[in-house]
């Protein structure tokens, strides 16, 4: 009997190793992936660094490509919902009247002002002031937009018993005020997304909880485009006449695979304008232009742009996906995450952009902004 049971400890434990080591050793490594059950990218390998910025993402990398994840995340919300008839904790909450909100600690204390970083944004806005002084003094043009998040807009919908203390500014209002007081052009759409709101849904009332949708994009990005017209009359502002739009009927949500029976109705953009739309290919200065490891700069060249401009754009998941918006009115456009901020002044000098479009979501204040330790270190001597 003891042997036996000598055996089936040993077993147990083989078995509990196991499944801590194996997920761990299986990690899957290849360059690209695209989760469509999380609507994003996977963090990709950022290179062998040693400081805080590249150690956060050591950790995003890990989780987002250990073994048997997806499996892993669908059962637990399962379990959440059929046993207790609830999202999982960590990824959803519902609101009021059918709405859903991401569930995050960040993502709450930020809609309730109690995680408001001055420090941070202001170490941002040095950052962004010495972007927009330099291209400024080549000729350029900068913008720096941040995307709200759903909460920001549809806040009457969030959870009951969520307070707010509204003595405190938000962080929209913060980087509102910093941005007028510095003169960095700025699209902080806020308030004018609570107006539009009224008429028509711009933030998914369950699919996607955590971004805009497309028509929310096209609001805010048009709003950049009136900027950036102001300063280039020839650089034509989108219009819904420049998209096909459509809906498609949503099932589920991202990471949940138990509430099929959540239906959302989700607004389609697809961009159909005349002019022929810009094909990805090997920019002049492809092989100089510097990335964080892991990551790419996507280059588009359209000879037959509605303008011969040059647009380089470091954005947040809002803009994922969304290049064509920008390829038919723009001859040269170059594309890539905001995680490379640090090469601004090589941006501008090797391609000379004519427009810089700097786009973070507001829970960035919340969530990796914090890990980009240089912001007010990068200079441009």
Not at 53 to 61: F, K, N
Not at 288 to 305: C, H, S
Request: glycine letters at 4%; hydrophobic letters at 35%; proline letters at 4%.
């Amino acid at each position: 009997m003891n042997r036996k049971k000598k055996a089936a400890d040993i077993l147990f434990g083989v078995c509990f190793v196991a499944m801590i080591f194996i997920p761990f050793l299986m990690l899957d490594t290849r360059e690209s992936i695209d989760s469509s059950l999380e609507n994003r990218a996977l963090t990709k390998w950022p290179g062998l660094y040693f400081d805080k910025l590249h150690t956060e993402w050591y950790g995003h990398y890990v989780e987002d490509r250990v073994a048997f994840r997806n499996a892993a995340i669908i059962l637990n919300a399962d379990i959440s919902y059929y046993l207790f008839g609830e999202f999982s904790e960590e990824l959803h909450m519902p609101g009021k009247e059918g709405y859903i909100f991401p569930a995050d600690e960040g993502y709450i204390q930020n809609y309730q002002r109690l995680n408001i970083d001055e420090e941070l944004m202001d170490s941002l806005m040095v950052y962004l002031s010495r972007s927009n002084a330099y291209i400024r003094e080549r000729g350029g043009l900068f913008v720096c937009t941040i995307a709200p998040n759903k909460s920001s807009v549809y806040g009457e919908y969030m959870p009951e018993g969520i307070y707010v203390d509204e003595a405190r500014e938000s962080t929209l209002q913060m980087a509102e005020r910093k941005l007028e007081a510095l003169g960095i052009p700025h699209v902080v759409p806020h308030e004018e997304f609570r107006e539009i709101k009224e008429r028509e849904q711009i933030y998914n009332k369950k699919y996607d909880c955590a971004h805009w949708n497309d028509l929310g994009a096209f609001y805010g990005l048009a709003m950049v485009d009136e900027v950036i017209h102001e300063t280039y009359p020839d650089i034509p502002v989108m219009e819904r006449g420049d998209f096909e739009e459509s809906q498609e009927v949503t099932t589920g949500l991202e990471f949940f695979a138990a509430s099929k029976e959540i239906c959302d109705r989700v607004p389609q953009f697809t961009c159909t304008a005349p002019s022929s739309h810009g094909v990805e290919t090997d920019s002049p200065y492809r092989a100089d232009v510097p990335v964080i490891l892991g990551n790419n700069m996507a280059y588009f060249y359209n000879e037959n742009a509605l303008s011969d401009k040059c647009v380089l754009i470091l954005h947040d998941s809002f803009l994922d996906n969304r290049e064509s918006w920008y390829t038919y009115r723009y001859r040269e456009v170059y594309y890539a995450s905001r995680v490379n901020y640090t090469y601004m002044k090589e941006y501008i000098d090797l391609i000379k952009p004519d427009v810089v479009i700097f786009e973070l979501a507001e829970r960035s204040f919340a969530d990796d902004l914090g890990a980009y330790t240089e912001l007010s270190t990068v200079t441009f001597q």
